[in-house]
C-alpha cells in the first residue's frame, strides 16, 4: 500500500539562442560544405525541424515566396508546413549558389574527403556534423533534438501560444509539446 516515490524528470537539453549565434559565428562561409552547415544548423534551429526531416529535404520544399518550409512525411507520416525565417531564405540562397550540380534529389549533399559532393546528406551525418562544429566552436555538445527544444522554448519566452509551437514542431498532442 506505499506509493512509490517519483524520481523526477530530467528536463530536455535546449540550444539557446546564443550558442545558436556563437555556432553559425564559428562557420566560415567561402564553401559549400560550410553553408550547408549553416543551412542545416539554421533549419534545425529556426524551423524546428528533426534530424530525419532536415536530411529529407529538398529545394522545392523550400516555398520562398510563401515565406514557408513543407516537411513531408514528418514523424507519424504527416505532411506540416513551418513558417520560414528570412535568415534561413539568405542560408538556402547562399547554399545553392554554391552547391555542387548533382543527380540526387535531396538538398543536402554529404561531402567526400576532398571536398566533393558524396550523395545525399544522412541524418547520423547531420548528428556527426553538429559534433564536430560544436566542438571546433569550443561550445557543449548539443545533439540536433537540443535545438527544437531551444526553438521551442524561445517562442514560449517570447509569448508565443503552446499551440502554435505544437503545429511548427509536428506534434499531435499539446501534452507532448508542454
Known amino acids: 500500500a506505499v506509493q512509490q516515490p517519483k524520481v523526477p524528470r530530467a528536463q530536455p537539453r535546449r540550444a ?3 550558442e545558436y549565434a556563437r555556432l553559425l559565428d564559428s562557420i566560415p562561409q567561402g564553401t559549400w560544405i560550410e553553408l550547408r552547415d549553416r543551412l542545416v544548423i539554421s533549419t534545425l534551429f529556426l524551423c524546428g525541424l528533426r534530424r530525419q526531416e532536415c536530411a529529407s529535404l529538398t529545394a522545392a520544399d523550400f ?3 510563401e515565406h514557408l518550409l513543407i ?3 514528418g514523424k507519424g507520416g504527416h505532411d506540416r508546413f513551418v513558417p520560414m525565417l528570412p535568415a534561413v531564405e539568405r542560408a538556402l540562397v547562399a547554399y545553392l549558389w554554391l552547391r555542387p550540380h548533382t543527380s540526387t534529389a535531396a538538398l543536402f549533399l554529404a561531402a567526400n574527403g576532398a ?3 558524396a550523395g545525399a546528406m544522412s541524418s547520423s ?3 556527426q556534423m553538429l559534433r564536430r562544429r560544436c566542438h571546433a566552436a569550443g561550445l557543449r555538445n548539443l545533439n540536433p533534438h537540443a535545438f527544437r527544444h531551444g526553438l521551442a522554448m524561445h517562442l514560449l519566452n517570447q509569448g508565443g501560444d503552446m499551440s502554435l509551437v505544437q503545429k511548427i514542431l509536428g506534434h499531435a498532442q499539446i501534452g ?3
Open 16 to 18: 539557446a539562442l546564443d
Open 63 to 65: 516555398r520562398t515566396s
Open 71 to 73: 516537411v513531408r512525411h
Open 115 to 117: 571536398g566533393k559532393p
Open 125 to 127: 551525418a547531420i548528428y
Open 176 to 178: 507532448t509539446t508542454a
